[in-house]
Nanobody, 127 residues
Framework: QVQLVESGGGLVQAGGSLRLSCVAF????????MGWFRQAPGKEREFVGG????????NYADSVKGRFTISRDNAKNKVYLQMNTLKPEDPAVYYC????????????????????WGQGTQVTVSL
């Protein structure tokens, strides 16, 4: 059974940092591209960033470039989202997602590009 479990969400002041983690079960993690998405109330789920299966390629939404960093540890079946300089527009439920990738460099950026999803972790930013 495939399961993705996010953790690390919480309340942080604007300008602060959080590190989200996502652990994968039931997958050959090193064969998967991984993505992070977020969904704020009343809005569509949007791509935050992704990392290729070998970690040699990353892709970020313009809104988070330079502030967020994605990394992965294939030995631990984990992917991370380091969020720095959090802004009032960043609060949302953050989801990790996985998809089998035939290439070492592919990083899908659309929701339809991923097959498996976690339940999400809430990030709240106080002013």
């Amino acid at each position: 059974q495939v399961q993705l479990v996010e953790s690390g969400g919480g309340l942080v002041q604007a300008g602060g940092s959080l590190r989200l983690s996502c652990v994968a079960f039931g997958r050959t993690f090193s064969s998967d591209a991984m993505g992070w998405f977020r969904q704020a109330p009343g809005k569509e789920r949007e791509f935050v960033g992704g990392i290729s299966r070998s970690a040699d390629n990353t892709n970020y939404a313009d809104s988070v470039k330079g502030r967020f960093t994605i990394s992965r540890d294939n030995a631990k079946n984990k992917v991370y989202l380091q969020m720095n300089t959090l802004k009032p527009e960043d609060p949302a439920v953050y989801y990790c997602a996985a998809v089998y990738s035939r290439t070492t460099w592919n990083v899908p950026s659309g929701k339809s590009g991923y097959d498996y999803w976690g339940q999400g972790t809430q990030v709240t930013v106080s002013l």
